[in-house]
């Protein structure tokens, strides 16, 4: 969690410097004189204030998307407010400033984001996982899409089978090569019986003996009694798996 709040911290503080560096590029190109780096980050600043302010008043009293566009306008007043108290600007360059700025910082976090999302890390909202008590319904996780040495008790986010449009969360088990039982309620690895602490005393419900090839994971859920897992649908395969979960918060 502490990890958590100071990579947020730095990110806003690093977005606070770019933003500032772009909005006073936009300020000359509009031909604001003497614009300054200092007055745009001040101005970046307040607007980010009165952002957080406003969104929570209107979130209240009025639905979503009407909060959502009320917020922007109210907002573009603060910014044309802002312009013409530093620099005389006026309203219809206030307004391209703040159409174009918006426009930007939308192309470059889409620019940043997808990438981000495609090869390193993903955002994932658990839903009825089948992994309580350690993941519930509504936990939030990133799935580290990096690191592709998985081993024994990671928790990864994989394809189901059956839909690959569908994402599951389970815990791995059993390894490629290894031999995989389940009988009497209980898990065998390599006809060792399996120490699983993670789990409350639930029996592994099943009757499965099966030797995983070179590409292939077996995976449970740690809740036997509702978890949809390698039970039911066999072991998965290597490509099938998005990635590693690592949970931040509900």
């Not at 503080?13 to 000359?28: P, Q």
Request: a positive charge; proline letters at 3%.
């Amino acid at each position: 969690m502490a990890l958590t709040i100071i990579l947020g911290i730095s990110a806003l503080i690093i977005s606070l410097f770019v933003g500032a560096a772009i909005l006073l590029g936009l300020e000359k190109l509009f031909k604001i004189s003497n614009s300054t780096y200092k007055n745009s980050l001040i101005i970046l600043i307040i607007l980010g204030i009165a952002n957080f302010v406003i969104s929570i008043i209107f979130g209240i009293f009025i639905p979503v998307i009407a909060a959502t566009i009320l917020t922007t306008i109210a907002i573009f007043f603060v910014f044309h407010f802002l312009l013409k108290k530093y620099y005389l600007a006026k309203w219809t360059k206030s307004l391209g400033i703040f159409s174009a700025f918006i426009i930007v910082i939308f192309l470059i976090t889409i620019a940043i984001i997808l990438p981000i999302r495609a090869f390193v890390v993903q955002p994932f909202v658990v839903r009825q996982s089948g992994m309580n008590p350690i993941l519930n319904d509504g936990d939030f996780v990133l799935i580290n899409k990096l690191d592709k040495k998985f081993s024994r008790n990671d928790i990864i986010v994989f394809r189901y089978p059956a839909d690959p449009s569908q994402y599951f969360i389970k815990r791995i088990i059993g390894l490629p090569n290894e031999k995989i039982e389940i009988k009497n309620g209980q898990v065998f690895l390599n006809d060792q019986l399996l120490n699983e602490d993670y789990i409350s005393k639930q029996e592994t419900l099943g009757n499965i003996s099966i030797t995983l090839n070179k590409n292939q994971y077996f995976i449970l859920g740690d809740d036997r009694n509702t978890s949809l897992d390698s039970r039911t649908f066999g072991p998965i395969s290597l490509d099938a798996i998005e990635g590693k979960a690592v949970k931040l918060l509900k």
